[in-house]
């Protein structure tokens, strides 16, 4: 998957730190920074496709990802009958 858009993120110059919170108040500020990131759908994909299961990626937790993921393997199943 093509990764330039990496270079476009909101969180370029921002300790990585941030996006890897230990508690929920710091995956909603993560999250707020996400928020309006130009590069917001590519880098949660990129998350998604790779399985990446730490830290807010594209505005979304861990949690969250994980339900989007099995949201769409519920939609593949459904679409293929
Ligand atoms: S959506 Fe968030 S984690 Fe992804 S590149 Fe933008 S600021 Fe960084």
Not at 16 to 22: E, G, K
Not at 61 to 77: C, D, G, H, Y
Request: glycine letters at 8%.
């Amino acid at each position: 998957m093509d990764t330039e858009w990496m270079t476009a993120g909101k969180c370029q110059d921002m300790p990585p730190s941030v996006f890897f919170p230990n508690d929920g108040v710091g995956v909603e500020i993560a999250r707020r920074i996400c928020a309006d990131c130009p590069v917001k759908a590519p880098c949660l994909e990129y998350a998604l496709l790779n399985r990446i299961d730490h830290g807010v990626w594209g505005g979304s937790s861990e949690r969250e990802r994980r339900r989007i993921a099995r949201r769409r393997r519920l939609e593949t199943v459904n679409d293929s009958r």
